[in-house]
């Protein structure tokens, strides 16, 4: 499957996941590329951070192969298509606390690795812990709210963050 102007988030991201994925590179989408895809855009991203271990030499090379160019650190794009890809340092971690499970979607563009709908919650209330950022919060609820969520994992991950406080924001506007 190609990129086109019309490719929606979710079919970039499943090329571009599946063309690493057959390079050897392991990567996992997350950030709010997550959001978009499990919101149905009802939060809609154009950055797509995928997290990988693999160096961007290596992964620079697997994208061009499908049309994408690098235009800055670890930035890339592509000429049909407004989204661009960009590869955060790793590990692949939502604070303090490393990810060592993701979720996956096969679908007809390829396979998607992307976090799990608990764990793009728990990133999402990263970003409101810290920074205080309302969006993020309500980027957590819309996700809540559309998926099965492991309340409990995210009640303990927020603890110990030392976040009780907004945690129980986030819970009672459940």
């Known amino acids: 499957m190609k990129i086109t102007m019309k490719s929606d988030i979710q079919t970039i991201a499943s090329i571009v996941c599946d063309c690493l994925l057959k390079h050897g590179i392991d990567a996992v989408l997350s950030g709010g590329a997550v959001v978009s895809i499990y919101t149905n855009n009802e939060y809609e991203s154009k950055d797509l951070d995928f997290i990988s271990s693999s160096d961007i030499k290596t992964i620079e090379k697997a994208l061009t192969g499908i049309g994408f160019s690098k235009s800055s650190g670890r930035h890339f794009t592509h000429p049909k298509t407004e989204y661009f890809i960009e590869f955060p340092k790793p590990p692949l ?78 819970r009672k506007s459940l």
């Open 93 to 170: 971690a939502i604070g303090n606390m490393p990810i060592k499970e993701w979720a996956i979607q096969n679908n007809k563009a390829g396979k998607l690795q992307l976090l799990t709908p608990t764990h793009s919650v728990m990133d999402r209330l990263a970003g409101y812990f810290h920074w205080n950022d309302k969006q993020n919060l309500d980027q957590a609820l819309m996700i809540a709210k559309k998926h099965p969520i492991k309340i409990k994992e995210i009640e303990r991950w927020a603890k110990n963050e030392g976040e009780e406080q907004k945690y129980e924001i986030f």
